[in-house]
């Protein structure tokens, strides 16, 4: 099922951190996270199989609570090329399909 | 470059037309899936093909029907185009049937006047 991001929108100064969470109701196998700058495809950014798993490149990182059925992303010390909007893709455990679910996405703003 | 080509980038039809989308997703990859993003929208889900067979649909309307062919391309089309229908449709291609990471191709620009 679809997950809830939250927040919907963040404004920041360059420089300041971010964080973008990303719930199911159901059970999950995966999380997904993409960027998309606006008019452009979403760009694949991680992906993450193990609850308790931490994955991260640049200063951009995400967690996954599998208990909770929840993920994470931080964006540290944002950079202006960080805007975009974020999108969690979730994988339902137990899925027959395996299909990906999108939330309707976090705008991020940085401003210089 | 995500290896996903989409074709056309931008095209305005009128109401009532009917137009094609074509994806070649890539290479290697056998599951192509197409999505919806309207304005201030986020990405909705209409259909997916695994090796040349449906798998999964979304929230396809009635007047859209899609294919994938044995050289792994798909065409979207849309027909009685309405106003509403005016979206970027992406393409996306994964390696295995579920699960994996989905790339998105750039997207078709359809406006509908």
């Known amino acids: 099922q679809q997950p809830v991001q939250s927040p919907q929108a963040v404004i920041l100064r360059e420089g300041e951190d971010a964080v973008i969470n990303c719930s199911s109701s159901?059970?999950?196998?995966?999380v997904h996270w993409y960027r998309q700058k606006h008019g452009e495809a979403p760009v694949f950014l991680m992906i993450?199989?193990?609850?308790?798993e931490q994955k991260g490149h640049d200063k951009i990182s995400a967690s996954f609570n599998e208990k909770k059925q929840q993920s994470s992303l931080y964006l540290t010390a944002s950079q202006l090329s960080y805007s975009g909007t974020y999108f969690c893709?979730?994988?339902?455990?137990?899925?027959?399909?395996?299909?990906?679910?999108f939330g309707r996405g976090t705008q991020l703003t940085v401003w210089p | 470059d995500s290896g996903v080509t989409q074709t056309p980038k931008h095209l305005i039809t009128a109401t009532g037309q009917r137009v094609t989308l074509r994806c070649s997703p890539r290479?290697?990859?056998?599951?192509v899936y197409w999505y919806q993003q309207s304005l201030d929208q986020g990405l909705q889900f209409l259909i997916q093909?695994?090796?040349?067979?449906?798998?999964a649909k979304g929230n396809i309307l009635e007047r859209f029907s899609a294919q994938q062919f044995p050289d792994l391309h798909s065409e979207l089309n849309l027909s009685s185009l309405e106003l509403g229908d005016s979206a970027l449709y992406f393409c996306?291609?994964?390696?295995?049937?579920?699960?994996?990471?989905?790339?998105f191709g750039e997207g078709s620009w359809l406006t509908v006047v």
């Open positions: 093909y695994y090796n040349g067979e449906e798998r």
């Open positions: 290479s290697g990859d056998l599951s």
């Open positions: 993450l199989l193990k609850g308790g």
């Open positions: 893709g979730t994988v339902d455990r137990g899925s027959t399909l395996g299909r990906l679910y």
């Open positions: 996306a291609s994964s390696e295995a049937p579920s699960g994996n990471t989905i790339y």
């Open positions: 159901k059970a999950l196998y995966s």
